[in-house]
């Protein structure tokens, strides 16, 4: 078969730092190359140079050579790269908020009038909306998704993005190779299996696929070659079927992984709290008439397809979206759901939207870590008498934060780089450094393990696990890694439509998680 | 700040002024102007715009744009001022007087200015642009019914109004311009002022470190975070625009020292633009705006224009540093609003 990309001597950095070093790398035609790494082994600056995101040219280019189809090419744009038959599915969305998810389907390939056509040419032709929602909903079908398309991108869940995402590069007529970048990860383990099937379909049909995943079966299963990348440099290459995923771990790692996994206990005590008949309003992940009760001390799981609701918990209780319903925290009922209150009550969310609401993107490592602590329960702060003109305790607060740094091992230059450049695990260590920073009581982590690398995701679980042991932290985790929820959860609700369907212990078989999740009694 | 000075980038428009500024310089050096004359005076051109210029940061960095608005803040000022003159409060003490009197009458204007601006967020330029506009006649009223007695404000014939252009020089002016002046060979250094011009940079510096100051930067910086961390994004918004208030009003008394001259009714409308391009040509992007980003704003901006007033009249015909000036400063505000819909879309 011949090679449709041809990469040779691939390098760059961002200003000193390398980021890919010497990267050689063929792609055939018609194959599902996977690439797997740990976070900033450099997977994501090598899509971005073949899709011709801006990010790359503004940073100095890159050296070395690439052939697209026996052409030398040099993509300086992202719509050179489309007009070449390059496609790409973001990790982090690239979608129009205000536009309906039809309209982002059918973005720059519109269905028109003909005759308005004819009168103003194609480029100020009327478009035809009704033809493109029909598109879009029989792409979206195919993807086995029942969607209104005229609801606005930005009233949709995450899970729903993505797929609005994959949906667009699918629906394109010329697309010759298709970069996905994590396509998985926001998806549950079934979504998942779908969509492997469609992406297996496509590449018979002749389409050339780069994927990028850190589910690591995934590749195992789908990929015709992998190629391992560790801190910017290609490590190895394997054919299909000729490699167990302990190689692959072990070569991305360096060094083999022991998984976090949390003594089974029996949790019985005091509720720390307790939800009747409780409602939140977010869009796509709605909850409604859920009952549930948490124990102290417990790590709980919520689980779901997606939007069924298992996201909008947290939310619901820092009030970003309207509530309804009784909660009962420490045997009080809770009046007020807002953050400030809240927070110092002892509640505290990871979102799992990081880069939207986790992170202030600009801000240092250490400003991150500190401040809701900071600012809700005056931490590392030196007063003069009026609270709200405390100045920061830098010397507590540095230490503070370099502690944290060493002990979750965040890779950094120092506490005062700046956020957005730290990779997404290490990003999402930092968030949990500042709930940790906060002593919350009752914790809400949202899909905490969601884009992040497998020797991070370990210290991430195990993190959970030490909070949970060490400061009696209630955790409950929302997630649709059912494998993590079961190596550290003490119970697992599964939720169906916003309600909480069933609650099931952690050694419960996949069969019954599988049927709860559907909504199955089973026998 | 060291940071800061570290990563600094300097960008298209200082490009352009820098070269404008140095031709300008080569131009005078030429013609034989005393250079050092020009210099002094650049040094309180600086000072006497330069607070309107600091007064837009802390609204910059709450997210609520360039202000647009600033004749709001400038009016209070004027009232201040002119409370001052019309007590017949003079020298130093008529000076700190007219800025106390101002601080009262901004906070409460700031306050009432706050409120409407977080009902429009996210339009708070278009917004503050129309609230100058509007104010401004109100205040033409203000001017002519108000009854103040010192007759050296008022119209000379019948006695009743504020006049256009009430001069200070029985009051305060230069007041803080001849403040312990240092004299360094021919050059005259007004460290008095510079002191005062100093104190507002400290200030503003310190609030950023305070608690509501970070607050407000991280309100700027990303609103959902800030809510989800428990912030009242409201009341720091308000906090923050009632600030820029408030040192909008000093700015106008220490304009108005140096100047000579209280200017009244549709004066303050000119003012806004060339604050906000001083900010910008800085490097500012008006969604952060850092201190030092106004500091060399200013100076660029302000020197340009004290060069090209006897210049052009020497070798040009006069009105064209009347265009050169409007269209820079207007220039300056669509290129940034160019950039700053670029980076948008980026994201």
């Known amino acids: 078969m011949k090679n449709i990309l041809e990469i040779k001597k691939l390098s760059k950095s961002y200003s000193g730092n390398p980021a890919l070093t010497n990267i050689n790398l063929a792609i055939k035609e018609g194959e599902i190359h996977g690439i797997v790494g740990a976070n900033g082994s450099g997977k994501s600056t090598l899509m971005n140079i073949l899709f011709g995101s801006p990010v790359i040219q503004e940073t100095g280019g890159y050296e070395g050579e690439i052939f697209f189809q026996g052409k030398k090419i040099n993509i300086k744009s992202c719509s050179e790269a489309i007009r070449m038959g390059i496609g790409m599915v973001h990790q982090e969305f690239a979608l129009i908020p205000d536009m309906t998810a039809g309209e982002n389907i059918k973005l720059g390939r519109e269905r028109t009038y003909k005759f308005t056509d004819r009168l103003f040419g194609r480029r100020y032709s009327f478009i035809n909306k009704k033809q493109d929602y029909e598109d879009a909903a029989k792409i979206l079908r195919k993807l086995n998704m029942n969607l209104d398309v005229s609801i606005k991108i930005m009233n949709l869940s995450t899970n729903i993005k993505q797929f609005i995402e994959l949906a667009r590069e699918i629906g394109r007529q010329d697309l010759k190779l298709l970069l996905l970048d994590e396509p998985t990860a926001v998806l549950n383990k079934k979504d998942g299996l779908e969509l492997i099937n469609i992406l297996q379909e496509m590449a018979r049909g002749g389409l050339s696929i780069i994927f990028i995943s850190h589910r690591l079966e995934e590749v195992q299963q789908i990929c015709d070659r992998v190629t391992v990348f560790r801190d910017g440099k290609l490590v190895s290459q394997y054919q299909k079927g000729k490699f167990s995923i302990n190689n692959l771990a072990g070569d991305m790692i360096g060094h083999l992984v022991s998984k976090a996994a949390a003594e089974k206990r029996e949790i019985k005590g005091r509720p720390i709290i307790s939800l009747k008949r409780f409602h939140v309003k977010m869009p796509g992940e709605e909850i409604k008439d859920m009952d549930l009760t948490v124990f102290k001390g417990e790590i709980l799981g919520l689980t779901s397809l997606s939007g069924h609701g298992k996201l909008a918990l947290g939310y619901g209780f820092m009030g970003l979206y309207p509530v309804e319903g009784e909660v009962f925290y420490e045997n009080q009922k809770l009046t007020k759901m807002e953050a400030k209150t809240n927070i110092i009550k002892g509640i505290y969310v990871l979102p799992d939207d990081r880069q939207g609401l986790g992170l202030l993107l600009e801000h240092t490592i250490e400003e991150n870590i500190i401040f809701p602590g900071n600012q809700i329960k005056n931490m590392f702060s030196r007063s003069f008498g009026l609270k709200i003109l405390d100045f920061i305790d830098r010397k507590k607060s540095l230490s503070h934060v370099q502690n944290l740094i060493h002990d979750f091992q965040i890779k950094c230059t120092s506490p005062k780089q700046k956020v957005k450049e730290l990779s997404g695990g290490n990003q999402q260590k930092v968030c949990i450094a500042r709930a940790l920073t906060l002593k919350p009581k009752l914790l809400f982590a949202t899909e905490p393990t969601r884009g992040v690398d497998i020797a991070a995701k370990e210290k991430i679980l195990n993190m959970l696990i030490e909070i949970n042991r060490t400061q009696n932290t209630t955790i409950i985790i929302a997630s649709s890694e059912l494998d993590e929820l079961k190596r550290i959860c003490d119970r697992i609700a599964v939720m169906v439509e916003g309600k909480v369907f069933k609650i099931l212990s952690p050694d419960s078989s996949d069969l019954e998680f599988g049927l709860a999740l559907s909504g199955e009694e089973g026998t | ?347």
């Open chain 2, 1 to 347: 700040m060291k940071n800061y000075l570290k990563n600094y980038k300097i960008q298209t428009p200082q490009i352009i002024i820098s070269f404008f500024l140095i031709a300008l310089i080569c131009l005078a050096f030429i013609l034989d102007m005393d250079l050092v004359v020009l210099l002094n005076e650049s040094l309180i051109k600086l000072v006497m715009n330069g607070i309107l210029v600091l007064s837009l940061i802390p609204m910059i960095n709450a997210g609520a744009g360039m202000n647009f608005g600033l004749p709001v803040g400038i009016i209070g000022g004027l009232i201040g001022l002119c409370l001052a003159v019309n007590f017949r409060i003079t020298g130093l003490f008529g000076f700190v007087m007219s800025l106390l009197f101002s601080l009262v009458i901004c906070l409460f204007l700031g306050w009432i200015y706050g409120l409407i601006l977080n009902k429009v967020k996210g339009r708070e330029e278009i917004a503050g642009t129309f609230i100058g506009f509007s104010f401004i006649p109100l205040m033409n009223y203000f001017w002519t019914l108000v009854p103040f007695q010192n007759r050296e404000m008022l119209y000379p014939i019948g006695g009743q109004g504020l006049r256009p252009k009430i001069s200070l020089e029985n009051y305060f002016s230069n007041v803080l311009d001849d403040m312990w002046l240092l004299q360094v060979g021919s050059l005259e250094i007004p460290v008095g002022l510079f002191a005062f011009y100093g104190l507002v940079c400290i200030f503003i510096y310190l609030f950023f470190q305070t608690k509501v100051g970070r607050a407000t930067i991280a309100v700027g910086e990303n609103e959902a975070f800030s809510k989800l961390s428990g912030l009242d994004i409201s009341r720091i918004r308000l906090i923050a625009i009632i600030i820029s208030t408030v040192i909008a009003g000093f700015g106008i008394c220490v304009y108005s020292q140096s100047y000579g001259f209280i200017q009244l009714y549709d004066e303050p409308l000119s003012m806004a633009f060339p604050a906000i391009s001083a900010v910008l040509i800085g490097g500012s992007t008006g969604k952060k705006a850092y201190i030092f980003e106004a500091v060399l704003g200013t100076y660029l901006l302000q020197t340009m224009y004290l060069l090209t007033i006897p210049i052009a009249n020497e070798i040009l015909i006069p009105e064209l540093t009347e265009i050169l000036r409007t269209f820079i400063t207007y220039g300056i505000i669509l290129y940034a609003l160019l950039i700053k819909d670029r980076r948008g879309n980026k994201q």
